[in-house]
């Protein structure tokens, strides 16, 4: 499980610098997707099979079938992927760079002071959905609110 | 709402139910090669040139039937013998343009060429489609067995002068009062 | 034999491929019996060698890449399919001691697998560069987003009344009585979401020939074809397997058979079920398609699940 748990990391990352780099806008949404399933892969070994199948459905399967929906309307041709190089300058990594590196520095630092014993226990769709439906039902029913008004809104801009 | 479900569930499960029944029908297909088909003695197919009874072409080439073909497969060419009658030098049917309308049978005015029930002429080739005098003429008279068009036409041949056909008077003499 | 052992997925991984390779044959034959003509009946006993020489065929066909195509993706995009659904078939009980996992979030499995299978069209459509394969593309990512939809939510009356996602939980819950008789609304709906899913007739608006060419695959040939080809069969069986094992008692029946057999023959019944649903029905437009999914099935779905929610509570 430890090294499935790195393994997937370790394509997670790479894919994600690959979606970044790539120039050719359905290639990185390829890579986009297998980082979204590698992600999955990671909830799964740190013991979270419900959330692992839901990033799966949800992000890999609905939200990222809806951007590929978007582009393959766009028509991208060549001209975009020049357009897409002349961004990648050197010049232009330096402050994103800068911050990613104050970031991970952070990041570093919280996992080093931490002691991880950590130790995976299995969160099934029960405990999820008592969680759910228990302490967070506030937050739940919002979310719904939020996305009923969304649903409303996205209604009535299409009907003009 | 009742309307939908009588549109979407109940007349597909119908439909669904009469396809299923055809489960318990007999098949219609004719296994073709194995099973051969009744070919009607007038069905419209491969192009045959006859004899007349006595064993000569038929064909005076009259050209009406290169006339009559729609699609332009016919192709021939006159000729005489020493005896007065016409027959074709060449006679020429490109079948792999022959739609088997049989127009050039029914312009055909000495019953020569006819279309019989054969319809397997597959080649490799395409100018083997080609057929050539030797390959449409038959020995026989095809479906007119009495027929002789000399016998019954006024033309004059060695042999048959004038108003010696069957059903044929004399010719009038113009040059005489007698009636 | 036990479950997950190295023997058993070899089996099962060879019997889902042949089975789904067999369905050509049974496919056309059953269509000519419906249509009263005969199939293929020259190769071999009854034709039944039509699949290796289709399969012949198939592999020796020229393997051809347009020069326009976008090659990553173009390659990409059938080998999804076959190994999306190929990777579903883990989590199905074929028998009480034959499967590959019993895994307890089986059915999401199957979800996320479908929902990552829609990508396998629409990257096949785009990178195609060609006008028929991306309409193609277009309608089945619409069609496949949709129908994953009320897929789910049809089954939650399943898991709510068996309070398991496991599939093998599942049928042990169904020891008394099949769910088709307290969810057959739910299975109704299953049903013809499968159908939209596996994109098969009547639903087969991606590829519908008479209007767009083949739709996402106009431009596929060769074993890149025969996998978008294959791949439908798969869904055709990995379907019918489900609605076996979610309403029908998956591998239950009386005992003079063996468990297996069972199974076997309920998912053959609705293989050939499938098989009829395309002999029969014509296929809708686009629009009726997705009004009536949206506008009927979905209330209807909910209106399932919701009235099977209030039953559980009250007993």
């Known amino acids: 499980m430890t090294l499935l748990f790195y393994l997937a990391g370790a394509v997670a990352v790479i894919s994600t610098l690959c979606v970044i780099v790539q120039t050719n806008i359905v290639h990185a949404l390829i890579y986009l997707i297998l980082s979204l399933l590698a992600v999955a892969v990671v909830f799964f070994s740190l013991g979270a099979p419900f959330a692992a199948v839901l990033e799966a459905i949800v992000y890999a399967g609905a939200i990222m079938v809806l951007f590929l929906f978007v582009i393959m309307m766009l028509n991208l041709g060549q001209h975009s992927r020049d357009q897409e190089r002349s961004w990648l300058q050197a010049r232009g990594w330096i402050l994103p760079g800068t911050l990613a590196a104050v970031l991970l520095v952070q990041l570093l630092n919280v996992l080093l002071v931490i002691d991880h014993d950590f130790v995976p226990t299995e969160v099934g769709v029960l405990e999820v959905s008592a969680l759910l439906f228990g302490p967070y039902v506030l937050a739940v029913e919002l979310a719904s609110i939020l996305l009923l008004a969304g649903l409303v809104a996205a209604y009535h801009l299409a009907k003009k | ?60 080439a009259c050209n009406l ?18 005896d007065g009658r016409w027959y074709p030098e060449f006679f020429r049917i490109n079948f792999s343009r022959c739609i088997m309308c049989g127009f050039c049978e029914e312009a055909c005015p000495t019953h020569a060429i006819q279309l019989t029930p054969d319809f397997e002429m597959a080649e490799y080739k395409r100018q083997d489609m080609v057929w050539e005098k030797e390959d449409l003429l038959i020995s026989g008279t095809g479906k007119y067995h009495d027929y002789n068009f000399y016998r019954v036409a006024g033309l004059a041949i060695a042999g048959k002068d004038k108003g010696e056909a069957l059903n044929e008077d004399k010719p009038v003499d113009v040059r005489s009062l007698l009636p | 034999m036990e479950i997950g052992s190295g023997l058993t997925i070899g089996l099962i991984l060879g019997t889902v491929i042949g089975v789904a390779a067999m369905l050509i044959w049974v496919e056309r034959r059953l269509l000519g019996l419906w249509q009263e003509r005969l199939g293929p009946n020259r190769v071999g ?81 785009l990178s195609s560069d060609n006008k028929y394969a991306l309409l193609g593309s277009l309608r089945a990512a619409a069609q496949m987003v949709s129908y994953e939809v009320f897929m789910g939510i049809s089954l939650l009356g399943v898991v709510a009344l068996s309070g398991s996602f496991d599939l093998r939980e599942i049928v042990h819950a169904q020891e008394d009585m099949w769910f088709v008789v307290p969810q057959f609304i739910g299975f109704v709906i299953f049903l013809i979401a499968g159908v939209a899913e596996s994109h098969r007739l009547p639903f087969d608006i991606p590829e519908a020939e008479q209007e767009i060419c083949a739709g996402y695959h106009t431009e596929y040939s060769g074993m890149k074809f025969g996998m978008f080809f294959v791949g439908e069969y798969l869904g055709l069986v990995l379907v019918s397997s489900l609605i076996t094992v979610l309403f029908f008692g998956g591998w239950m029946g009386p005992a003079f058979l063996p468990p297996v057999v069972w199974f076997a023959l309920k998912s053959g019944v609705f293989i050939c079920f499938f098989i009829l649903l395309r002999a029969a029905i014509p296929r809708p437009r686009y629009d009726q398609l997705m009004s009536y999914g949206w506008l009927f099935l979905l209330p209807l779905s909910l209106l399932n699940l919701l009235v099977t929610g209030a039953l559980i509570l009250m007993n």
């Open chain 2, 65 to 82: 039937c290169a006339v009559a073909c729609p699609v332009d497969c016919i192709a021939l060419q006159k000729a005489e013998t020493d």
């Open chain 3, 45 to 125: 006993p009854l034709g039944l060698f039509q699949v290796v020489a289709d399969m012949i065929k198939i592999f020796t066909k020229e393997d051809w890449t347009p020069p326009f195509a976008d090659k990553f993706s173009f390659v990409l995009a059938p080998a999804i399919i076959m190994t999306v659904v190929l990777l579903s078939f883990a989590v199905i009980p074929f028998a009480p001691n034959i499967g590959i996992v019993d895994s307890n979030i089986g059915i999401l499995f199957v979800l996320a697998m479908a929902s990552i299978g829609a990508y396998s069209v629409m990257l096949g459509g």
């Open chain 2, 1 to 60: 709402m009742f309307k939908l479900i009588q549109d979407t569930l109940i007349s597909q499960v119908v439909t669904l139910w009469n396809v299923f029944r055809h489960l318990f029908v007999k098949a219609d297909t004719v296994e073709y090669p194995d099973q051969q088909p009744y070919m009607f003695p007038r069905w419209r197919g491969r192009i045959i040139l006859s004899r007349d009874p006595d064993g000569e072409e038929r064909c005076v």
